[in-house]
């Protein structure tokens, strides 16, 4: 029998009991992928992250990040949360590089007054990729709207990714509570949409200035709703730079309201020589501390 230490905190938040949840498994070693797969639909939370040596000795550590039904190219809230992690285990200096199937995080720890790592800024592993529009009709019916609650003066409903791919809708800040998934609607919209095929993750979000509301909705990979999701918001903060103009913005979110599990995004995009690159940050707060026993091994 083979005992595993994991971790869970709450990511985007300074307080327990709010921002999004992550479970994390700091030594993986042993486990292989329909396992991680199963542990992460048995702990129920958006993602699960599992930590191992890096294939190359210039990185810190190798992750495998999986939602409740595959297995993520990279995510934001483990990211962060998972450097954390490492950091209060350990690590010695203020920069990780993580290594995700999407490419490299770096991430840098933040510190309190005290010293203590409180979190972390991630940069996200590719630079801005805009691939093909969603009819406005079907995304609306999505999330319980109209097609004339969706905005398109600034983009129609458009796929991006800065590693993972989502669809960026934007709405009245009225109309960003009224949202209810269908789940039956998210099927025909993935049919219809000629994109990223096994996933359809809409961030819904609303904009004053450089301050954003968000929803992510992504009920077909087994969430629902999350309650905050650095990777989709980074690469919402390169879009409106793209779309604005300017050599770098920076922008601050709150997602999870509706959830009950208030959420703090710090956000930057800044363009760089291959293309729009964007960063996410935010705080860690500890949680519960346990235990899994492979019982299939000697």
Known sequence: MTRFAFQ?????????????????????????AATMQSIAAELNLSETCFVLPPA???????????????????????TIGTAWVLARGGFIGD???MEVPAGIVEANLLRGADGAVTGAQIATPQPLSIGTQSDPALVAACIGLSPQDIIVSGHPPVEVSTGVAFVMVQVAPDRLTDCVPDIAAFRVAMA?????????SLLVYARDGANLRARMFAPLSGTVEDAATGSANATLAALLLSIDG????????WQGIEMGRPSLLRLTAHR????????????????FIGSWDDQ???
């Open 8 to 32: 869970t905190l709450d990511v985007f938040t300074d307080r327990r009991f709010g921002g999004n949840p992550l479970a994390v498994f700091p030594d993986a070693r042993g486990l292989d």
């Open 56 to 78: 190359d000795s210039a990185n810190d550590a190798r992750l495998r990040i999986f939602n409740r039904t595959a297995e993520m190219p990279f995510a934001g809230h483990p």
């Open 95 to 97: 920069v990780l590089r």
């Open 192 to 200: 219809a949409h000629d994109g990223t095929p096994d996933r359809y």
């Open 246 to 253: 300017g050599d770098s913005a920076a922008f601050t979110t």
């Open 272 to 287: 760089a020589a291959d293309g729009i690159r964007a960063t996410v940050a935010g705080d860690c707060a500890p949680m």
């Open 296 to 298: 299939t091994t000697g």
